[in-house]
């Protein structure tokens, strides 16, 4: 295989990321990731648990002279997000990514990179390969379908697991350590629709340029939500117009932004260019109010006449479009005593209208678990109030701040002498692995590191290759001062 990075150690961290990116890996696809560390554990001679659903734990002993240091566990998902700029061939079923340096950054070519969490896996891989390191005995846990609610890590027998040192690789900030994190869960509404077939001209809608993020991480960025954008404006031209709904759909991802969305709706010829007025005038207005924290935000509307199409009913058209705009989403509470911390907030992440049926898909996350509940009998009252039915799904618990930690101290060293700095410590909004680990394991110490990621479940997804460096020397310092 011919390598695209070069010019960065250790080398094979490098290589280890471009060979797991040329194997499809989104949620619920790890098979053959899964089988491929498989592969790599038993050319190495090492000692590997393989479970069915794909989870993967390689163990690899300590050091000589390290035999009577504590275990240590390493982790991270192997699973990723997949999405893509409109109008970009690409299968994330069977396709690998297509990787691009420039200026030092690493991207891929209109689509997710994967560094959330493939970077994980390739230090792994660059630790477990390298015998001249000093480390204690490690037990390396690849985890499945994390982004789709933290599957594997629940699934996965944690009777297996002997270390009660925890290294999470999912972090995307060198220089900061999490030491704690929200819970969250998967929430879909569904709805029959009933349609009724109708001639007349069709005006299409279509949100694009939207930033997007992580619905976690940059839910307090005040990001546009494309799903949310657009119930806005088809409201205003049902309201001033005899327009009917036919489709909806935005977003693919609970956990994601939605950077994108397209309505179309039928109505008479005659209306028609009145309807794509008001809907001119309303992403007019949006335009101005995002300039400053989503400056790129497009809507193109266009009209095609002598159309015919299956459109809702009025009743399934405003049940959709009020329970759109009354969906709790962004950031709901605030910690005004811990400078502003986000505790409590939902993303509607995905609207799709599929035949006679509509599904949405929303990520609620809270700190606090009575708040959590208090979200969920919202969400339950605003489907019962429209007429959806409401699962929730992939539920995991938040991860507590733990005043005394080991591993937290010896990072906080290791970072100081190797760069003269401090380490922040912070707890973040986002989900971790990290509390099901701790939950099922008494006594474990646990923190989450990782290198700089950035803009990541988006097409823009970049990490600077110096801070992959730069993190896997710290890592490797790390060890060995746990092998003490």
């Not at 734990?57 to 050091?63: D, E, F, L």
């Not at 390290?66 to 994330?92: N, S, Y």
């Amino acid at each position: 295989m011919a390598y695209i990075i070069t010019g960065y150690q250790p080398e094979k961290l490098f290589q280890y990321f471009e060979d797991i990116s040329a194997i499809p890996r989104g949620s619920g696809n790890e098979k053959g990731i899964s089988d491929f560390l498989v592969a790599f554990a038993r050319e190495r001679g090492l000692d590997v648990y393989q479970d069915e659903v794909y989870n993967v734990i390689i163990r690899k002993p300590a050091s000589a002279g390290a035999e009577g240091a504590a275990p240590v566990m390493m982790q991270g998902h192997i699973d990723m997000v997949c999405d893509k700029l409109a109008g970009v061939e690409h299968d994330f079923e069977r396709d690998g990514l297509e990787l691009v340096v420039e200026d030092g950054v690493l991207t891929a070519n209109g689509t997710t990179l994967g560094a959330d969490n493939g970077i994980a896996v390739a230090l792994m891989m660059t630790v477990l390969d390298d015998d001249t390191l000093v480390h204690p005995a490690l037990e390396c846990v690849f985890t499945t379908d994390e982004e789709t609610g933290l599957v594997g890590a629940e699934t996965l027998d944690k009777s297996q697991i002997s270390a009660r040192i925890m290294i999470n690789l999912d972090s995307e900030e060198e220089g900061v350590a999490t030491v704690s994190c929200a819970g969250g869960v998967t929430v879909t509404l569904t709805r029959g629709l009933a349609l009724e077939h109708v001639d007349g001209s069709l005006l299409t809608v279509a949100i694009s340029g939207l930033l997007g993020g992580h619905s976690g991480s940059d839910i307090h960025l005040e990001r546009g939500n494309a799903d949310l954008l657009m119930a806005r404006i088809v409201e205003q031209v049902l309201r001033g117009t005899d327009a009917r709904l036919v489709s909806f759909d935005g977003g693919s991802k609970d956990n994601a932004i939605t950077r994108e969305c397209t309505a179309r709706l039928v109505l008479d010829a005659a209306d028609a260019q009145r309807a794509a007025g008001i809907a001119r005038a309303v992403a007019q207005d949006i335009a101005a109010e995002l300039e400053v924290f989503d400056p790129s935000f497009a809507c193109a509307v266009e009209v095609a006449d002598g159309a015919s199409a299956d459109a809702m009913s009025a009743e399934d058209a405003w049940a959709l479009v009020r329970t759109i705009r009354l969906a709790p989403n962004g950031v709901l509470r605030r910690n005004v005593a811990a400078d502003g911390f986000v505790e409590v907030s939902s993303n509607l992440g995905v609207v799709a209208t599929e035949g006679a049926s509509v599904r949405m898909l929303l990520a609620p996350r809270s700190s606090i678990a009575s708040l959590q509940e208090e979200i969920k009998d919202r969400i339950q009252t605003l489907a019962d109030a429209f007429g959806f039915s409401a699962s929730f799904d992939n539920e995991y618990p938040g991860w507590s701040y733990t005043e005394h930690s080991h591993v937290r101290e010896v990072f906080q060293a290791s970072y100081r002498e190797l760069f003269g700095e401090e380490l922040k410590i912070e707890s973040i909004h986002a989900g971790l692995e990290c509390g099901l680990f701790t939950e099922a394991l008494p006594g474990l110490d646990a923190i989450a590191v990782g290198p700089t990621l950035a803009d990541v479940h988006t097409p823009d997804e970049h990490m600077p290759l110096d801070s992959a460096e730069r993190f896997y020397e710290l890592l490797v310092d790390v060890l060995k001062r746990l092998a003490a």
